[in-house]
């Protein structure tokens, strides 16, 4: 049974819209009005940043997908609320990393929660392709994903040398983040091309 994509789209906006204000909530005011006084929240803020651009790549690919399919069904729900979830432990795994100044644990698991995140995402676009058809413009602009397949390797690299190295598994994740932060543009260009000309 199809269904209307409208309370989907919906909803996941609202989820979106409450991780960001969990994460920001997260930043305390420093006790202090000097310069120095900010320097120990540096660490929350770095990772705050890098947590809201996932979030809003997220949100960005998210709209995309949505905006060719047209319509879903039980199991796609079930897909969009399996990634909800690991996107609602973003805020947990930013702050954790962020209090503890990139220690290793936290690192590592930031790197874990991105890559089911990933994994997430992947299944919610196959569930998609799976109920609209392999001849629907969803599957047609969907192929082998280059990007998805990069990324969770570099989220294993990362989470094992977060144990070597946080610091350079924090850069290995702002490297994903700039792969992913330009939203798909096959989905643009086909829009483009299905627009009828006057």
């Not at 989820?15 to 120095?36: N, Q, R, S």
Request: glycine share 6%.
């Amino acid at each position: 049974m199809a269904f209307g994509k409208t309370r989907v789209e919906a909803f996941s906006d609202g989820v979106v819209a409450i991780i960001i204000t969990i994460m920001v909530l997260e930043m305390k005011v420093p006790h202090g009005d000097t310069w120095a006084s900010l320097k120990p929240l540096m660490p929350v803020f770095f990772s705050y940043i890098l947590s809201f651009i996932y979030v809003g790549i997220y949100w960005n690919n998210h709209h995309h997908m949505f905006h060719i399919v047209k319509s879903v069904n039980g199991a796609v729900l079930w897909a969009n609320l399996h990634l909800l979830f690991w996107l609602s432990l973003i805020p947990f795994v930013t702050g954790w990393m962020g209090e503890n100044h990139f220690t290793q644990l936290p690192v590592a698991c930031y790197g874990f929660i991105l890559a089911m995140n990933g994994l997430a995402y992947t299944i919610l676009e196959k569930t998609l392709i799976r109920h609209n058809g392999k001849k629907s413009l969803i599957a047609s602009v969907l192929g082998r994903d280059w990007k998805a397949k990069s990324s969770v390797f570099i989220y294993a690299a990362a989470i094992g040398i977060s144990w070597l190295s946080p610091a350079i598994s924090f850069v290995l994740y702002g490297v994903v983040a700039a792969v992913w932060f330009i939203p798909d543009k096959r989905i643009e260009k086909k829009l483009t091309q299905e627009v009828p000309k006057e």
